[in-house]
């Protein structure tokens, strides 16, 4: 049987062959590039974390470069000498990973069920502590970390990204000019009230 190329039924077929043989195409590359993704995602959440306390570049061969994904571990691992899970007791949960705490799930969980990372880094004899957040922008959520001096006081330095933000409006959350209005920033008032920054 010969079908009309200028028919509906021609066209539908077609179009279902053609959706098939794309989704098939997709599903197997997102499938094969699954582990590199997780590793890209690491080594991103590294350089985020790092990027805080003022950790961007490098020393390679003699030369200053950029923190690519390719240094971001080995530099991790010279500056941050602790990651804790906290309780929402304030306690140390030991038993869990706090680096492979997602946020996202976290916040799904009653609140005295919720663990929180926290990043302490050893800068030249400087301590700083680095949290991650997360919340809700006009769209999507929004996430990122904020740095801390180490008098658990005034910012250090912060990095956001976000899932679906405006261009040019709630997306301008990931620029330099709206992270730099943080630096040195106080969380807390001369009497210990919470201030907003």
Do not use: C
């Amino acid at each position: 049987m010969k079908l009309n190329i200028n028919s509906n039924a021609y066209t539908f077929i077609f179009s279902i062959v053609l959706v098939v043989v794309v989704a098939a195409a997709l599903a197997f590359t997102a499938t094969s590039l699954s582990d590199k993704q997780g590793v890209n995602r690491r080594a991103e959440k590294m350089q985020d974390i790092l990027h805080t306390i003022g950790i961007d570049s490098t020393r390679v061969d003699g030369n200053q470069v950029f923190l690519d994904r390719s240094l971001a571990e080995e530099v991790y691992n010279k500056y941050i000498v602790k990651e804790l899970a906290l309780k929402a007791d304030g306690s140390v949960d030991p038993d869990v990973d706090a680096f492979n705490v997602d946020l996202a799930m976290e916040l799904r969980k009653p609140a005295d069920e919720q663990i929180y990372p926290l990043y302490i880094a050893d800068v030249e004899g400087k301590t700083y502590y680095i949290l991650p957040l997360r919340g809700f922008g006009l769209w999507d959520a929004i996430w990122g970390y904020v740095g801390l001096k180490d008098d658990v006081n005034t910012i250090s330095g912060t990095i956001f990204d976000h899932a679906g933000e405006t261009a040019g409006l709630g997306a301008e959350i990931t620029k330099a000019w709206f992270q730099d209005n943080f630096k040195d920033e106080k969380i807390l008032d001369k009497d210990g009230n919470l201030v907003s920054i």
